[in-house]
């Protein structure tokens, strides 16, 4: 009975911060975008919306057992590294894709 219990409190919390950083803070992304003028919308690419969906398998997949370490925590904060590495690369290789004029030679 114990451990039913804990899938449960595991499932809500799993679902309750992914459905916070898809609708909550996205969309004040998306509101003070448009006060300093940068346009964003919620048009999620392949690679965003992957990503979330592996950082949603890996916590779900770590907390599958119920118990936490200093290791888990260790691989779950590499995780957050390569995501922001790929992210940042991803996003240097678009500037620098459209800083060179490669984008604008194709029709």
Same mark, same amino acid.
């Given at each position: 009975?114990?451990?039913? +219990?804990? $899938?449960? !409190?595991?499932?809500?919390?799993?679902?309750?911060s *992914? @459905?916070?950083?898809?609708?909550?803070?996205h969309s =004040?992304?998306?509101?003070?975008?448009?006060? &300093?003028?940068?346009?964003? $919308?919620?048009?999620?690419q392949?690679f965003e919306? *992957?990503?979330l =969906?592996?950082? /949603?398998?890996?916590?779900?997949? &770590?907390? @599958?057992d119920? *118990? !936490? +370490?200093?290791?888990?925590?260790?691989i779950?904060?590499?995780?957050?590294? =390569? /995501?922001?590495a790929?992210?940042? !690369? !991803? *996003?240097?290789? &678009? %500037?620098?894709?459209?800083?060179?004029?490669?984008? %604008? $030679?194709k029709?």
């Amino acid at each position: 009975m114990h451990h039913s +219990n804990s $899938d449960i !409190s595991l499932g809500v919390a799993i679902g309750s911060s *992914t @459905q916070i950083s898809m609708f909550v803070v996205h969309s =004040i992304c998306v509101v003070v975008g448009w006060i &300093m003028g940068h346009p964003l $919308d919620l048009n999620f690419q392949l690679f965003e919306t *992957t990503t979330l =969906i592996m950082t /949603v398998l890996v916590v779900a997949f &770590m907390l @599958q057992d119920g *118990t !936490s +370490n200093y290791f888990k925590g260790v691989i779950l904060v590499f995780c957050y590294l =390569i /995501v922001a590495a790929n992210l940042f !690369s !991803s *996003t240097l290789f &678009m %500037e620098l894709t459209f800083v060179s004029g490669f984008a %604008e $030679d194709k029709p």
